[in-house]
T-cell receptor
Framework: DTAVSQTPKYLVTQMGNDKSIKCEQN?????MYWYKQDSKKFLKIMFS???????INETVPNRFSPKSPDKAHLNLHINSLELGDSAVYFC??????????FGSGTRLTVV | GQSLEQPSEVTAVEGAIVQINCTYQ??????LSWYQQHDGGAPTFLSY????GLEETGRFSSFLSRSDSYGYLLLQELQMKDSASYFC???????????FGKGTRLSVIA
């Protein structure tokens, strides 16, 4: 059983389109995150959710909107995609001091 | 702002020992973690230090000195499969997400 699953793994789309990435964890953790990894492999926090409530929203454009229907799911919706949004997006679940469990990542390419 | 410094690249020979250093300047400190990421893969958790000293997990060990704002990851008996990027990450508090360093790319050569 996959602990943190993300779909899709690859996403190629045109500028201006709207897309969603889904994330689900079966670990029973209360806290989930979205991280963006750029071409230089820098991991930057985007959003943090604790038990369905947004607790941190870093300086991310409002074209990005996270949605958490329940504490096992944290989806990311992106409107009006831009070239600069091309990156790998990781969902992660927090084990509370024992480390994060990351999803396999979604490689987004905007053309 | 938060700052974590680690070398960008390290090369070591198979069977050898390598140390990857991490220094941090952050507004708070809750613990230092290390993650491994292979090309095309996801970061995976390796170790966590909240207190000063050495933590050992098999071939990997991690050290922390809070007074020096410094830690390191030690990899022993290097294997080719250890070629990957290694990230240190700091927890500023118990309620904030980890801040990651820019990663160290380790190349293990024969």
């Amino acid at each position: 059983d996959t602990a943190v699953s993300q779909t899709p793994k690859y996403l190629v789309t045109q500028m201006g389109n709207d897309k969603s990435i889904k994330c689900e964890q079966n670990l029973g953790h209360d806290t989930m995150y979205w991280y963006k990894q750029d071409s230089k492999k820098f991991l930057k926090i985007m959003f943090s959710y604790n038990n369905k409530e947004l607790i941190i929203n870093e300086t991310v454009p409002n074209r990005f909107s996270p949605k958490s229907p329940d504490k096992a799911h944290l989806n990311l919706h992106i409107n009006s995609l831009e070239l600069g949004d091309s990156a790998v997006y990781f969902c992660a679940s927090d084990r509370g001091g024992y480390g994060y469990t990351f999803g396999s990542g979604t490689r987004l390419t905007v053309v | 702002g938060q700052s974590l410094e680690q070398p960008s690249e390290v090369t070591a020979v198979e069977g050898a020992i390598v140390q990857i250093n991490c220094t941090y300047q952050t507004s708070g400190f809750y613990g230092l973690s290390w993650y491994q990421q292979h090309d095309g893969g996801a970061p995976t958790f390796l170790s966590y230090n909240a207190l000063d000293g050495l933590e050992e997990t098999g071939r990997f060990s991690s050290f922390l000195s809070r007074s020096d704002s410094y830690g390191y990851l030690l990899l022993q008996e290097l294997q080719m499969k250890d070629s990957a990027s290694y990230f240190c990450a700091v927890g500023i508090s118990g309620n904030t997400p980890l801040v990651f360093g820019k990663g160290t790319r380790l190349s293990v050569i024969a």
